[in-house]
Structures are given as structure tokens and as C-alpha cells.
């Protein structure tokens, strides 16, 4: 095949097609599976009865097979035609934009992670991505991620609600303390891979993960990512003492329901980034011999970082506004700060011969 522009951008069109969808479908049953997982882990039953396949039984109750399947559909189709208004003296124009800020960036990610090795032979790039090539993946992830905050911040502020603008201030304060120590934390994998290229850096895991050489940075980027995304602990826009649910408070419809999508996606969106900085990526056994394993390497690897996210959900309470403001400046930050400098000292005294360490080479 010859490799042409025009051939490049048709071929990242439908690419960037098909993930999507595979993404947006996984966004729905991330929901079923947490309501499912949440109701295992808690003693509870979660949904059962839409969609499921009788299986009869003599002389016992029917069991029923994949019930729930289709409860994801039914909420798709109930948000579409639940009536959508909006509040008067809102800024209309902001007020439907601000909810796209919050979905297109967690779509826009998954266009640099690495899915797998080269899948085809002819191809100029030795891996398989939407967007291959791009050599500073890891500043266009940490550009693109942080305009989110914008979206929630105009959402509150175009609500023309004194309850949406301080869940709007509150959630942006929140995101951008968190943002801070998180971004530190993918700065180690940088410089251990010598590269700001994903693939580079899945690459230079080949031997050994990097959250065995980095266990404090993966830590803390696992605690920065529950806070950027609002979850439990740090759910604090949806605290069950307040009749407000924050920023969204005045959505309604498919404008809710698409930051309802945003955050389910930023979880897979995450889960994926989680695993190519520090888990490997791609890697896997057999996954030079047959590339199409990586892609279920990965998936795999992003199922287990929602799972830890529910379980999390599930088992830990609520921090207050003023412990978790503290604990991200105080105490995420300088530790994520400390930690980059102790890395470069390592890699720097590694380089030089004083140290060896188990560094890629």
C-alpha cells in the first residue's frame, strides 16, 4: 500500500470511527457494570430484568441469563425523551457548548494511546493508533485533558444559578489542585522512557512495568485521577447532604446525559492512559508474535482499572471539602514534586555510572 497523506488521514478517519464507537458503546455498559459490581460488592441486586433470556428450570424459578443486558438502552432512551428545558436568562450559547467541552476531550485522548503493535506490515508506523506519529502524545494528553475544566466552569457560570456557579467554582478548584500533582506523576515515565511518545514508552516496558520502578507516582496518579473525575472519595458535587448535584444541577435530557457520558468515558479514557504510562501498555506474552493480542492485553488492562474505580466507589466514604483541598495541595503535590526530583537525581547517578539501577535502557 502506498502510504500517502490522503491515505493516512482516510485511514485515522476510520479508525477514529470505529474506537469511538467501541468507546461510546463501552460507556453504557461501564454504567451496567458498575450498578451490577456495586450491587455484588454491597449485597444488593442490581439490574436484572431488562433484557434477560428465560432459562426454565423443573420444578425451580426461571434463571434468567444476562439480565440487565439492556437496562443501559432503556436509560439511553429514557434521557432522549425526557422533556429537555432550559432555565430562563441562561447563556444559551454557553450553556450548549459547555456540556461538548466536557465529552469531546475525553473522546480526543484515546487518539494517541497505543493500542497494539504495527497490525499491518505495509504500515509506516510500528504501532496501531488513530493518530500514530505523534511524538509528544503525553503533552497533547495533559493539554487536552485540562479543557474539561472549562467546560465544567462555563457550565456553572452560564446556568444563571448561584447553586451551578459554586458547584461550578468548587469542582474547578477541585480539578485544577489535582491536575497539578497528576501532571508531576507522568513526568517520571518520561524521562525513564527518554521519549513523550506512548509507544516509546510501552516499549521501553518490555522487561520490567513502571509501576515497579515508580509505585509513588502510580499511586498518585490513581488518587489524581478519582479526583478529575469526581469519584468517590472525592465525589463532593454529588454529596447526598445537598439538593444540588453541583455545576449540571440546571441540565436536563441529553445536555445531563452527555456529562453523565463524559464521566463515564474519562474512566476508560484513564484506565488506558493509567496502563500505557505504568502497566505496560500493550505488553503481554505472546504479543510480538501475534500484534492483535495487545488490543486485548489493553482492554483487559482498562476492564481492571474500572473495576478498582467501582471498588473504590464502593467502599470508601466521602472526604470533607477542606480534608480534600489539604490533601492535594499539601500533601499529593510536594510528594509528586519530591518524587520527580529523586527520579532525575536516579536517572542522572544511573547514566553516570555511580548507581545501578533497574532502569530501561
Not at 429537555?84 to 457548548?97: E, K
Not at 474539561?148 to 466552569?153: K, R, S, W
Amino acid at each position: 500500500m502506498d502510504w500517502t497523506l490522503g491515505t493516512i488521514a482516510l485511514r485515522a478517519l476510520g479508525v477514529g470511527f470505529l474506537m469511538s464507537f467501541v468507546v461510546i458503546t463501552g460507556f453504557a455498559y461501564t454504567t451496567l457494570l458498575e450498578r451490577k459490581l456495586l450491587a455484588r460488592l454491597q449485597g444488593r441486586v442490581g439490574p436484572e430484568r431488562a433484557g434477560y433470556i428465560p432459562l426454565p428450570r423443573k420444578g425451580k424459578k426461571e434463571r434468567k441469563l444476562l439480565g440487565g443486558v439492556l437496562q443501559p438502552a432503556a436509560d439511553a432512551v429514557k434521557l432522549f425523551f425526557k422533556e429537555d428545558r432550559a432555565p430562563d436568562m441562561v447563556d444559551t450559547v454557553i450553556y450548549n457548548i459547555a456540556p461538548m467541552l466536557t465529552v469531546i476531550p475525553a473522546v480526543l485522548i484515546l487518539a494517541v494511546i497505543p493500542w497494539a503493535p504495527t497490525l499491518l506490515k505495509s504500515s509506516p508506523y510500528p504501532y496501531f493508533a488513530i493518530a500514530p506519529g505523534l511524538q509528544v502524545g503525553v503533552l497533547f494528553i495533559l493539554a487536552v485533558a485540562s479543557i474539561a475544566v472549562y467546560g465544567v466552569a462555563l457550565a456553572g457560570w452560564a446556568s444563571n444559578s448561584k447553586y451551578a456557579i459554586l458547584g461550578g467554582i468548587r469542582a474547578t478548584a477541585q480539578m485544577i489542585s489535582y491536575e497539578l500533582a497528576l501532571s508531576l506523576t507522568v513526568l517520571p515515565s518520561v524521562m525513564l522512557a527518554g521519549s513523550m511518545n506512548l509507544n516509546d514508552i510501552v516499549v521501553a516496558q518490555e522487561g520490567l512495568w513502571f509501576f515497579l520502578i515508580q509505585p509513588v507516582a502510580t499511586l498518585i496518579f490513581i488518587i489524581g485521577v478519582f479526583a478529575e473525575l469526581q469519584r468517590a472519595p472525592f465525589d463532593l458535587l454529588e454529596a447526598e447532604q445537598e439538593l444540588s448535584s453541583g455545576y449540571n444541577v440546571e441540565y436536563g435530557s441529553m445536555r445531563f446525559g452527555m456529562f453523565f457520558m463524559a464521566e463515564y468515558m474519562k474512566m476508560i479514557s484513564f484506565s488506558a492512559i493509567a496502563a500505557v504510562l505504568f502497566f505496560g501498555g500493550y505488553r503481554g506474552p505472546f504479543v510480538d508474535q501475534v500484534p492483535l493480542l495487545g488490543i486485548l492485553y489493553l482492554f483487559g488492562k482498562i476492564f481492571l482499572g474500572l473495576c478498582l474505580m467501582i471498588w473504590v466507589r464502593a467502599s470508601m466514604p466521602r472526604l470533607r471539602y477542606d480534608q480534600l483541598m489539604n490533601f492535594g495541595w499539601k500533601i499529593l503535590l510536594p510528594l509528586a514534586v519530591l518524587n520527580f526530583v529523586v527520579t532525575a537525581i536516579g536517572i542522572v547517578l544511573h547514566s553516570e555510572g555511580i548507581l545501578n539501577l533497574p532502569l530501561p535502557g
